[in-house]
């Protein structure tokens, strides 16, 4: 019954209206309910065809303009008849034109016991088809389980790697003990004093087991550098960043203000074109010569007398 009609009747009962009127409104609201009812159409269940969302009881019209199957169903679509919304086949099973389940492998109808023979090159190991040649949970026979990191070929299990004693090892690992044990280090870990450590990154093995960096430093890409701006390695310490210059010398390394072209001398380094004295400790820079430790320069025309050190 619509709006205007309730209130017609309404208003009938509070003014007293007589009860022929009163029905003929009741009823006449009634069947106009019912016929608002029958022009309305009624939703599509899955599995029927459908235009648009709204044609569905589920609201999803799919591909190719079919309502949406339920959780759990699978849409068949039958050669001569409508689509359905089935139970989906077992495994190796699909649907034929008839909405019937036939094996995927040739078409043929399952066995009594539902199964379906395995494709060429397979065998069924309890309910499923594998290939025994190749599968490492069956290889050579159903439940014969590969070991660890091992694969199947051929039917045979085998290490593609190298053992480790009696342990395959993974790709990129190495083993720690070299008499037969199975302590062994993943990838991209190495063995240091019976531990795994990264070479990369390890700051007490650097690049090589017991190679430690400095103080200061940090190990990075298996390679030693130091941790402050502007400062770069030098044998086994750090150049500060006002001398960043290293130079090899026969004494050990040393820094310098220098790019290039300085003398080792001493424990340092003296600037380009200087010479170091006899004492090993001094440096002396054109004009000035080395004499008994000293740094001398003679005037226009004389020479140094390495002798006595003086100018003739």
Known sequence: MDDRRFDAL???????A??????????????????QRADAKPCRKPGHW????????NGACEE????????GEELCLHDKGAPRCLTPCPEGQVFDGKCTCVCAEDGSRPAVDGMCPCPAGQERCFGGCVDILSNPDNCGACVNFCGLNQICTGGVCSCPTSFCGDLCLEAGAV????????????APFSCCGGGCVDLQSS?????ACGNACGAGQECVGGTCVCTGAGETICGGFCCPAAAPYCYTC?????CSV???????????????GSTCCDDGATCCAPPFECCGGDCLACGVGLTLDPLTCSCV
Do not use: H, M
């Open 203 to 207: 700051s007490s093995d650097c690049g």
């Open 250 to 254: 026969s004494f050990g390394s040393a």
């Open 50 to 57: 459908c235009t648009a969302d709204t044609q569905c009881c």
């Open 10 to 16: 309404v208003r009938g009962l509070a003014g007293g």
């Open 258 to 272: 220098f790019p290039s072209g300085g003398v080792c001398c001493g424990t340092g380094v003296c600037a380009p």
């Open 64 to 71: 190719p303009g079919i309502c949406r199957c339920d959780p």
């Open 175 to 186: 083993c720690c003990d070299d008499s037969g044990g199975s302590s062994f280090c993943p």
């Open 18 to 35: 007589s009860r022929r009127r009163l029905l003929g409104t009741l009823v006449g609201g009634l069947l106009a309910s019912v016929g």
